[in-house]
Antibody
């Protein structure tokens, strides 16, 4: 059973860089049928897709954060990572990593990590 | 960007009630629509994908329908464990979520 676990600082200062890692267990980030994704949820608000990375390093991201976003995958450590630069209070959210698969015509987030809260504040 | 609008934002219901949640897309998304359930302090869980296909293990009291711009999630007989927030998500063009519908105890 694939499981995902986010890790990273819970507090980031404005204008600095937010860095998170998602460790995959019970499966492999090298799985060619999976896309490793990041999704966030500001307090009391809806979910926002941030982006995904494939095992080969191909990425796709939300235009709203694209210019500030870097994603990477480390097959030796079986994890993938997110870096978001120049953060502001608007980036305060629960950050989830999730697996994106394509079981039918549409793709779906079928497995999620438990989430990690990141607050942007000085 | 495709916007997803859910209605209502919240509803109060009792165990055994039939509950219907609507999701409307700002443009046609064919049947590229998924539904998730989220309980307080927990990550979302996939319930239904491709408009009407139940994820394995999801109770049959959940069903989904629709196409184009209008979609529905129905719970035929609400159970205690179904009180949660439900979100729709489109994958026709990029990926966007609705704002969520909270199902509360009446």
């Amino acid at each position: 059973q694939v499981q995902l676990q986010e890790s990273g600082p819970g507090l980031v200062k404005p204008s600095e860089t937010l860095s998170l890692t998602c460790t995959v267990s019970g499966g492999s980030v090298s799985d060619g049928s999976s896309y490793w994704s990041w999704i966030r949820q500001p307090p009391g608000k809806g979910l926002e897709w941030i982006g995904y990375i494939s095992n080969s390093g191909r990425t796709n991201s939300n235009p709203s954060v694209e210019s500030r976003l870097t994603m990477s995958v480390d097959t030796s450590k079986n994890h993938f990572s997110l870096r978001l630069t120049s953060v502001t209070a608007a980036d305060t959210a629960m950050y989830y990593c999730a697996r994106l698969i394509v079981p039918a015509d549409c793709d779906v987030f079928d497995i999620w990590g438990q989430g990690t809260m990141v607050t942007v504040s000085s | 960007d495709i916007q997803m609008t859910q209605s209502p934002s919240s509803l109060s219901a009792s165990v055994g009630d039939r509950v219907t949640i609507t999701c409307r897309a700002s443009q046609s998304i064919s049947t590229y629509l998924n539904w998730y359930q989220q309980k307080p302090g927990k990550a979302p869980k996939l319930l239904i994908y491709d408009t009407s296909t139940l994820k394995s293990g999801v109770p049959s009291r959940f069903s989904g329908s629709g196409s184009g711009t209008d979609f529905t999630l129905t719970i035929s007989s609400l159970q205690l464990e179904d009180f949660a927030t439900y979100s729709c998500q489109q994958s026709f063009s990029s990926r966007t979520f609705g704002q969520g519908t909270k199902v509360e105890v009446k």
